[in-house]
């Protein structure tokens, strides 16, 4: 009877385990779990134009649109502007399939920065970019 109780606890810990998401982040001190969202990414390039490689896939994008860095890093002597837009990529995608894609798009568009879009458990989505983000507590 132990070793039966013991393997099917076991058993539900490592399904617990495995049914976390890899990814979260810390607010208040609590961690606040991700899902990754299959359906959008995030894409910045050094040109205003989609590059070829993406414009011939079957994913829509919003405008690329400028970071305006040279205004934010303007004691930075070698800024580059780059152009962001969010890729829109169809749905039904797995989690692997997604980040297949994501890898596959980044290998053949090696100036490009690809990465990965979030839902929260309200529904709502959030990419990431290539910016980091401070909010001081004081000044």
């Known amino acids: 009877m132990k070793k039966i109780s013991f393997t099917f606890g076991l058993l539900l810990f490592c399904f617990i385990a495995k049914s976390q998401t890899p990814y979260y982040y810390y607010y208040n001190n609590e961690k606040q779990y991700l899902n990754l969202d299959t359906e959008h990414a995030f894409l910045s390039v050094k040109n205003q134009q989609m590059p070829d490689s993406i414009a011939q896939r079957t994913v829509r994008a919003t405008v690329l649109r400028s970071d305006n860095v040279e205004k934010i890093q303007n004691q930075a002597k070698n800024t ?5 837009a969010e890729l829109q990529l169809g749905e039904n995608l797995s989690e692997q399939q997604y980040l297949n ?8 568009n090696k100036d490009a ?12 989505s959030v990419g990431l970019s290539n910016f980091f983000y401070v909010k001081l507590n004081k000044n």
């Open 80 to 84: 580059t502007n780059r152009f962001y």
């Open 113 to 124: 920065i690809i990465l990965p879009y979030f839902k929260f458990s309200d529904g709502s």
């Open 101 to 108: 894609l994501l890898a596959e798009m980044k290998q053949q």
